[in-house]
């Protein structure tokens, strides 16, 4: 792959992105709807940046001429930023465009953004089971969660009308090594994250499973739990179920402090090998 349009590239996960891209030796198109302010580039990743809004098919058309791959981050990242409403209608909106112009422009990949709230995030009803995997979805419970159901939707039917194969990363909360100051603080109480299993995600991995997700062999739409090898809590993972989760059946032996969010598809279809944790940065 050399030229790879990434969107959302000024947010938290897409600035690690385009650093791991560029690591790796990819041209890279930076996109996103702001810039750092007064700047027409990302300064530390001295690339320039093409502002766009992506709710606007035009400009999502334009943005990705002459790529070979987008890899696509832009949406509002979480339910209760917006309205519940704009969340869903800007987010399918961004994917519409970005997914029918990678058609038209006539694109070799597509990867983007899901999230872990397909999942039943945040399990106010428990999980079926345990580990979650990919096959306990569609569950949304809020109009951000509904967006990336939708989007997985529209990546199937557009990846079926294009031939173009479609990775969506399904990814648990994502952490920069500054947030792992504040994993302590979630230990006392068990249920203060139990809304996602006890899950995360370092950028860095999710950075990894992007750029293997644009040479993996897939074909179709195919979608990907992206969390980190382990949860933040300092206690067993099979503890932590018993106890938050009573009855919530184990499907298989956990590992001690083994990730609640499934990551063994990643690791068989894309090559995705977690190689970050907050146990490197906080000492448990
Ligand atoms: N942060 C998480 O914990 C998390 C978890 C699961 C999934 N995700 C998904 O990962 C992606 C990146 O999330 P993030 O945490 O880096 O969020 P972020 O808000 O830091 O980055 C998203 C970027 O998208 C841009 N954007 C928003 N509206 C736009 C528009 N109309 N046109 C063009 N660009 C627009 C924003 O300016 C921002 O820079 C999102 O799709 C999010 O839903 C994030």
């Known amino acids: 792959m050399s030229r790879i349009v990434v969107t959302g590239a000024n947010g938290k996960t ?8 560029l690591e790796h030796g990819h041209e890279v198109v930076a996109t996103d709807a702001v810039g750092p302010a007064g700047h027409l580039s990302i300064p530390e990743l001295g690339v320039p940046l093409l502002v766009a809004d992506l709710t606007e098919y035009g400009q999502a058309f334009e943005v990705l001429q002459g790529a070979e ?15 519940p409403a704009t969340t869903f209608n800007r987010n399918t909106a961004m994917n519409a465009n970005v997914f029918l112009a990678a058609q038209a422009a006539g694109l070799g990949r597509v990867v983007w953004s899901s999230s872990e709230t397909t999942l039943g995030l945040p399990f106010d009803t428990p999980p079926r089971y345990a580990p979650v995997d990919e096959e306990h979805f569609p569950l949304p419970t809020t109009t951000y969660a509904l967006s990336k159901v ?52 370092d950028a860095r991995d999710v950075a990894q499973a992007c750029r293997l997700a644009l040479t ?9 739990v992206i969390a980190a090898a382990d949860t933040v809590m300092d206690r067993p993972s099979a503890d932590l ?26 690791r068989d279809v894309l090559g995705y090998a977690p190689a970050h944790s907050w146990r490197d940065h ?3």
């Not at 897409?14 to 891209?21: E, K, N, S, T, Y």
């Open 216 to 224: 993996a062999t897939v074909r179709g739409a195919t979608s990907y």
């Open 150 to 201: 939708v989007g997985e939707t529209l990546a199937r039917e557009i990846s079926g009308w294009s031939g173009i194969p479609f990775v969506g990363l399904r990814l648990s909360n994502v952490h920069v090594p500054a947030d792992y100051a504040a994993v302590p603080g979630y230990w006392a109480d068990p249920h203060a994250r139990k809304w996602n299993l006890w899950g995360y995600v």
């Open 69 to 83: 791959a987008v890899v696509h981050l832009a949406n509002i990242p979480a339910p209760g930023m917006y309205t």
């Open 14 to 21: 897409g600035r690690v992105v385009v650093a791991d891209l």
């Open 282 to 284: 906080v000492a448990p």
């Open 241 to 266: 179920i018993r106890e938050v989760f009573p009855g919530v059946p184990l499907t298989r032996e956990l590992g001690e402090f083994e990730t609640l969010l499934a990551i063994d598809r990643a």
